[in-house]
């Protein structure tokens, strides 16, 4: 059924709307207005974080690969992991998609029950966006979050001698993407890592009071780390044979005959959380059950930094993708 056979644009709204779960108190006014009311005061934190995600048919997703669902909860979970990233809470968002004239209506419904599953999980209210048509699907996300001020963790406040963290595994999406590229199968772990991934949320508000800077791996963890160094004005040593890897990760590079740390240093989309703690916390941090695993330090060496791999070379760590390169 297409969007026509139901009466074009808005009755697909009113259809969606249906599908949002709304039971937020401090919702005035959600879907079906010019803007979202919210009612912000008292203000339940100092600081209000923002973010946005574009995910685009064919280079963030895939239909032959992907079902509706699962698109819509990688998506929301894209932004949700930002939050996290920042030691906040995510409260509000917004859903902006783009859709070409053949897109069936229950493609679409099905894309907002995923997005609807992943709010329900992390407590977030859906509060609206826009639909058009274009020539590809394209889905932009705006979250709203809340951080309390000791608990906001920014890129810019890694320090020298800071132990380098990381909440998991690594390198398990790139490997299910390498797979499917080449016609194989990944392993259930490998898909669900690269097809449903889910956001740190559920360690983020524990790691973020010890933390002094922290990011989500969101295009792999040598560019993370760039990214740290760059905003603090440091350097950083990665030990290659600390980089903590799944046997599925370490089975599919033996399949296709690659070195599985390049999916951990470069892939992308673990959405797995790096963070940088000094080490009079690192026995606190220990003491809260967190299972992380230590990958390097901060170094004062500005603008350095290395892979130390296991017979002691040093390589530069790789600077990620670049949409428009």
Same mark, same amino acid.
């Given at each position: ?28 006014? $959600? ?96 509060? $609206? ?138 892939? $992308?989309?673990d959405f797995e959380l790096l963070f940088s703690v000094a080490p009079d916390r ?44």
């Open positions: 059924m297409k969007i026509k056979d139901i009466g074009g644009e808005f009755n697909l709204i009113d259809r969606l709307a249906a599908l949002i779960p709304a039971d937020h108190d401090e919702i005035v006014k $959600g879907i079906g207005d010019d803007a979202a009311v919210l009612r912000i005061a008292p203000v339940p934190a100092p600081y209000l974080l923002v973010t946005t995600d574009t995910l685009v048919e064919k280079k963030h997703f895939r239909r032959d690969w992907s079902t509706p669902e699962q698109i819509g909860i990688k998506a929301a979970e894209c932004n949700l992991s930002d939050i996290a990233a920042m030691g906040g809470q995510p409260q509000w968002m917004v859903v902006s998609i783009v859709l070409p004239p053949h897109i069936e209506v229950e493609w679409i419904e099905d894309v907002y029950r995923g997005i609807g599953h992943a709010c329900r999980r992390s407590h977030v209210a859906l509060l $609206g966006g826009d639909t058009t048509q274009g020539s590809a699907t394209v889905i932009t996300i705006t979250l709203l979050g809340s951080v309390l001020d000791e608990h906001l963790c920014l890129r810019s406040h890694a320090r020298p001698g800071d132990h380098l963290m990381v909440t998991g595994s690594l390198g398990a999406s790139a490997a299910a993407l390498a797979l499917l590229s080449r016609g194989m199968q990944p392993s259930p772990y490998l898909m669900a890592k690269h097809l449903t991934p889910c956001s740190r949320l559920d360690v983020s508000g524990r790691i973020a009071p010890l933390a002094n800077a922290m990011i989500d791996i969101s295009d792999g963890l040598g560019p993370e780390v760039r990214h740290l160094c760059t905003q603090s004005g440091v350097g950083a040593r990665i030990a290659a044979a600390s980089i903590p890897l799944h046997d599925d990760v370490k089975a599919a590079a033996k399949a296709l005959g690659v070195d599985p740390l390049q999916w951990a240093l470069s892939g $992308g989309e690192l026995a606190m941090l220990k003491q809260e059950g967190l299972l992380c695993h230590e990958v390097g330090c901060i170094t004062d060496e500005a603008d350095h930094a290395f892979l130390i791999r296991e017979d002691n070379e040093c390589i530069a760590l790789p600077r990620g993708y670049d949409h428009f390169r």
